[in-house]
């Protein structure tokens, strides 16, 4: 007899646009996922990746169960055994090497986890060590200290309202492949034709016409890693043409037209050569800002993972605010979520101290991830000896992932909390592996704040409890409270926190919430009860209130920030064209809408499909350089950086500016160990062999993955 067939009102977790799904299940398969059309924030949307939610569910290759990895191989483990394994091994490290002997590395799907986030951190703070690390610092880390710096919290970040402005210039983003990123934003192709359609513009600045830019009303070409020039000329031009605009946020930020001083060496002539953009276009695209009402000038990936990554994000953030933009209908927003955590997490610290061996600066807690190799590899106290990896890959996501490798095959021990054997989790000696994201509950907390329209929504797991399977917050609460068993920590708060659980934190921050539904205060039951999600409605100006700072000021920091000017001069003013330099190309990476990072390519479904007759993983040119090293469409070629070089297909195309080269990241399936055999089959490179763990956003220790100086040359006749 056939199981009864059930609709779940669920979301998406693989990207950050939240979209509502419809899951169809029987009994424990899931039949169908399809966009949720009464989900009033994301009206029915979904893109290819929805059904790689049940692809990942379906995996054979999935770890159901904890796994050991011994002489013969990985062997099933109990849960309690694993999980009294991993805190007895971390527990003798730390008591042998001190508590910065055991590392711990997040990656990116922990932001789409509430338990992870909520109840994780009890275990950060049960193992004590200074020798954390995440994905921040290869991605969105500048954003965080701009926002600690000007708002007091790092995560008080302001977010594109794109359903009514008039103008929207998107640096280094391309939401059409990834979704929207510190802009939840389904359908976002809907949403920026829409600006089209009622007289507005889209402008995109990148060194590839991308699919964003494709459909944009204008697209320029910019040198990689030359924003912050553009962004000084584009403010040189608001004073110089008197088109500042700050009144609503003057009285708030006493010095802000004390940027003129800053600015007032980077007229655009200056500095039209070096970025590629000439100086009439930066003029206009100021004047045609400022016309408009409501602009947003948005920076993203692109815009971060670069060498004056911070200082972009802070001059793009200064022009929103001199242009009158910030906290404007139709400008950047501050959004007010339901369910708000910022008040209850810290602000963030930056500085506070540094890492061991190159003394990079720590930001919340975090050191720069392109430290991390080091700290496991150079001798001495604080040595890293062993490591926690919570759902990332940092082999194949962070700079001189080759490098990284090598260091965990030299670890005492690793554990890692995953289902899959990767090509990071394959070093571990046991993997504890969670439930994929529809089988638990899930609550947005992370992107309902950085969502373009204020809303609310709580899933429940689709399938029942079972009682062998964990989700990410019961390992990292059963890891925590045995940890403090062993040090001796008093462990009388466990026993109220199982109770609770993650969900119980959500209602308790739901209902101190202002907005009301039907009448009624917001809480858990209420979201339980509108399962398509409630919307609150769009972005509400809300300075001085969005204010962290206890003054209620926005403090600009000219002496932390425009420190770094320095430098920039010193880069791209003074710096000798050494003769390597003259054949070098600039590296950067790109999106496409069937990929996630590292880890869906074992859907046959995510890979399937040709490029032409190639695969994804390839490296895009621009014909004039592809004559220059006589490069035919398709060949085989040698791409060398400074710290390695891998071989895979040029693919010759015109939507790449000359001197710039694009290949994907998370690609790179081909070391033994890993077990996903569908991803092996599309093994690709991995484009971080060739990033520099070395080149840094100096003044964040963020990664540089853009703007990187590689050599290429010909291997092969036809690939
Ligand atoms: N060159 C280059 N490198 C880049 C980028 C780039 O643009 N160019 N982008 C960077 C960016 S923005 C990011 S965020 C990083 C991402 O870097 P990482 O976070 O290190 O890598 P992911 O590929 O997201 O790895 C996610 C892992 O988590 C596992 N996982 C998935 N869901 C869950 C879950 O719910 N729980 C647990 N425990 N595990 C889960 C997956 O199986 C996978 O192994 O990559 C960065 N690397
Ligand atoms: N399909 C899909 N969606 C995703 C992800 C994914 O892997 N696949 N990853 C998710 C994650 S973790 C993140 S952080 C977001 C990122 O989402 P986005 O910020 O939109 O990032 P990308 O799609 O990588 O787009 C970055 C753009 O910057 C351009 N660029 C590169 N260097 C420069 C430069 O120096 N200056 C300028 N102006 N532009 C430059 C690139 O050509 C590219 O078009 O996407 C999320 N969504
Ligand atoms: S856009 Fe993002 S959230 Fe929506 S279906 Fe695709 S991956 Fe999921
Ligand atoms: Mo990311």
């Not at 500016?657 to 077990?675: C, D, L, Q, R, Y």
Request: a negative charge; glycine letters at 8%.
């Amino acid at each position: 007899m056939n199981a009864e067939q059930h609709t779940h009102f669920s979301t998406c977790t693989l990207c950050e646009a939240m979209c509502g799904i419809e899951v169809k299940t029987q009994g424990l398969e899931i039949l169908s996922i399809v966009g949720d059309k009464q989900n009033p924030f994301s009206e029915g949307h979904v893109c290819p990746k929805a059904m790689a939610l049940k692809d990942l569910y379906d995996d054979p290759q999935r770890i159901k169960s904890p796994i050991q990895r011994t002489k013969d191989g990985w062997q099933t483990i109990s849960w309690d055994a694993a999980l009294d394994q991993v805190a007895e091994q971390l527990f003798a490290i730390q008591q042998q090497h001190g508590k910065d002997a055991v590392g711990l590395y997040l990656g990116n799907p922990n932001a789409h986890n509430m338990g992870a986030i909520l109840f994780g951190p009890y275990f950060y703070r049960a193992l004590k060590s200074f020798n954390r690390f995440s994905a921040t610092s290869v991605d969105q880390l500048p954003h965080h200290i701009v926002s600690r710096q000007l708002f007091g919290h790092m995560s008080q970040i302001p977010i594109p309202d794109i359903d009514r402005t008039q103008y929207f210039m998107i640096i280094g983003g391309n939401p059409l492949a990834s979704n929207g990123s510190i802009m939840t934003v389904p359908h976002v192709k809907r949403r920026l034709k829409a600006i089209q359609a009622r007289g507005g513009k889209v402008v995109v600045i990148d060194p590839k016409r991308s699919e964003t830019a494709e459909i944009s009303s204008e697209h320029l070409f910019i040198k990689p890693g030359s924003d912050a020039l553009l962004m000084l000329a584009m403010l040189h031009t608001l004073f110089a043409k008197k088109l500042v605009n700050a009144a609503n946020v003057l009285a708030i930020t006493p010095d802000l037209l004390g940027v003129e001083a800053f600015v007032a060496a980077y007229p655009p002539e200056r500095v039209a050569g070096v970025i590629g953009i000439k100086a009439e276009d930066i003029e206009r695209l100021v004047t045609e800002f400022c016309a408009a009402d409501g602009a947003i000038c948005y920076g993203r990936m692109g815009a971060s993972v670069q060498v004056f990554g911070t200082l972009t994000q802070y001059l793009i953030m200064l022009f929103n605010m001199l242009s009158g933009n910030l906290d404007k209908p139709g400008g950047m927003m501050f959004t007010q979520p339901a369910a708000d955590l910022l008040p209850h997490a810290s602000p963030g610290t930056i500085g506070q101290y540094h890492s061991r061996v190159r003394k990079l600066p720590a930001f919340a807690g975090e050191y720069p991830v392109s430290a991390l190799a080091e700290e496991i590899t150079t001798p001495g106290a604080g040595q890293i000896k062993a490591m926690v990896i919570g759902a990332g890959n940092p082999v194949l996501t962070t700079p001189n992932g080759q490098q990284l490798d090598e260091a965990f095959a030299s670890l005492e021990f690793m554990v890692a909390i995953d289902f899959f054997v990767t090509e990071t989790s394959r070093h571990a000696n046991i993997i504890l592996p969670p439930v994929t994201a529809l089988e638990r509950d899930h609550y947005d907390i992370i992107f309902h704040k950085f969502a373009v329209r204020n809303s609310a929504k709580y899933s429940q797991a689709i399938f029942p409890v079972d009682e062998n399977t964990r989700t990410d917050w019961q390992i990292y609460l059963a890891l925590a409270e045995r940890l403090d068993k062993l040090n001796g920590t008093d462990t009388g708060k466990y026993a109220s926190l199982w109770r609770k659980q993650p969900k119980g934190l959500i209602d308790d921050m739901l209902k101190l919430s202002a907005y009301q539904h039907a009448g009624e205060p917001l809480s858990l039951a209420t979201l339980i009860a509108n399962p398509h999600g409630l919307d609150l409605g769009p972005l509400q100006s809300n300075l001085p209130a969005a204010i962290y700072h206890p003054d209620k000021h926005i403090a600009l920091h000219f002496d932390y920030f425009m420190a770094d000017l320095a430098r920039l001069e010193q880069h791209f003013f003074t710096q000798p064209d050494e003769a390597e330099n003259v054949n070098s190309l600039a590296l950067i990476g790109r999106r496409h809408l069937k990929s996630n990072n590292s880890w869906l390519h074992n859907s046959q479904r995510m890979v399937k499909g040709t490029n032409n007759g190639l695969s994804r993983c390839t490296a895009q040119l621009h014909p004039d350089d592809a004559e220059r090293f006589a490069i035919q469409d398709k060949q085989m070629i040698e791409v060398r950086s400074r710290v390695g070089t891998i071989s895979l297909p040029a693919e010759i195309t015109e939507h790449i500016m000359p001197g710039v080269i694009s290949i994907p990241h998370g690609w790179g399936h081909n070391k033994t160990g890993s077990a996903w055999a569908v991803a092996e089959q599309h093994a690709g490179v991995s484009v971080n062999d060739l990033t520099d763990e070395m080149v840094l956003d100096e003044l964040s220790g963020n990664a540089v993955l853009n703007g990187v100086p590689i050599w290429i040359k010909a291997i092969t006749a036809q690939a």
